[in-house]
T-cell receptor
Framework: QKEVEQNSGPLSVPEGAIASLNCTYS??????FFWYRQYSGKSPELIMS????GDKEDGRFTAQLNKASQYVSLLIRDSQPSDSATYLCAVNNDYKLSFGAGTTVTVRA | EAGVAQSPRYKIIEKRQSVAFWCNPI?????LYWYQQILGQGPKLLIQ????????DSQLPKDRFSAERLKGVDSTLKIQPAKLEDSAVYLC???????????FGEGSWLTVV
C-alpha cells in the first residue's frame, strides 16, 4: 500500500465550478497534511496546510481533514483557468514529507 | 528573502557519465532535502539532512548516488554512473529546524540519453 494515494485524474472542470480532490494516507500517526500546486515545468508550491480535523479555508481553497478515516481533501471554489495544474497531497511523519502522485486539474474556459 | 537556489537547471548526459547538482537552502534553514521527481509521479525523498548530518537516506540508491552537506549549508547531489532511469527533476528543498513547511527550489532537470 502506498503511503499517500490520490484520485488519479485527470480532472476537468468548467470555469466557475468546484474542483474536488481527494487523498488518503496509510500511517495513522501522521499529524501534518499539505496541498502543493505544481504548474507544468515548475516546482511544487505550498497552497494549504492542515493539522486538525475539520475544515480550513483560505480564499477559494478549502482543505478538509478526517484523521479517523485517514482522509484529506481539497476543494477549489470558483475554479479559474489559472488553477489548471497538478495538485500534490503530502503527509508529514517525523519531518519526512511523503507525496502522492498528484491529480492534474484542467479548468475549461 | 531569497529562496532555495539550485544549479544547473538543465543537464543532458550520456548513460554511465556522472553529474552533480548543487543546492543552497534558504538562509537559516537547518533541514535540507533532495527529492527525485520522475515525470507523472510525485516527488520521492532521496535524502534528508539536519544541519550536516543525515536524517534519512533510506531511498537513496547508494551504489550510484551520493550527497553531502558540508558546514550545514550548501549541498551537492552526485550521480555516478548515470542510468537512463535517472532521468528526472531533482528538487532541493529546505525547512527550519522543527518546521513543518518545506520550500522547494526550481529543480534541476536531468536527461540521461
Amino acid at each position: 500500500q502506498k503511503e499517500v494515494e490520490q484520485n488519479s485524474g485527470p480532472l476537468s472542470v468548467p470555469e466557475g465550478a468546484i474542483a474536488s480532490l481527494n487523498c488518503t494516507y496509510s500511517d495513522r500517526v501522521s499529524q501534518s497534511f499539505f496541498w502543493y500546486r505544481q504548474y507544468s515545468g515548475k516546482s511544487p508550491e505550498l497552497i494549504m496546510s492542515i493539522y486538525s480535523n475539520g475544515d480550513k479555508e483560505d480564499g477559494r481553497f478549502t482543505a478538509q481533514l478526517n484523521k479517523a478515516s485517514q482522509y484529506v481533501s481539497l476543494l477549489i471554489r470558483d475554479s479559474q483557468p489559472s488553477d489548471s495544474a497538478t495538485y500534490l497531497c503530502a503527509v508529514n511523519n517525523d519531518y519526512k514529507l511523503s507525496f502522492g502522485a498528484g491529480t492534474t486539474v484542467t479548468v475549461r474556459a | 528573502e531569497a529562496g532555495v537556489a539550485q544549479s544547473p537547471r538543465y543537464k543532458i548526459i550520456e548513460k554511465r557519465q556522472s553529474v552533480a547538482f548543487w543546492c543552497n537552502p534558504i538562509s537559516g534553514h537547518a533541514t535540507l532535502y533532495w527529492y527525485q521527481q520522475i515525470l507523472g509521479q510525485g516527488p520521492k525523498l532521496l535524502i534528508q539532512f539536519q544541519n550536516n548530518g543525515v536524517v534519512d537516506d533510506s531511498q537513496l540508491p547508494k551504489d550510484r548516488f551520493s550527497a553531502e552537506r558540508l558546514k550545514g549549508v550548501d549541498s551537492t547531489l552526485k550521480i555516478q554512473p548515470a542510468k537512463l532511469e535517472d532521468s528526472a527533476v531533482y528538487l532541493c528543498a529546505s525547512s527550519s529546524a522543527g518546521g513543518n513547511t518545506i520550500y522547494f527550489g526550481e529543480g534541476s532537470w536531468l536527461t540521461v540519453v
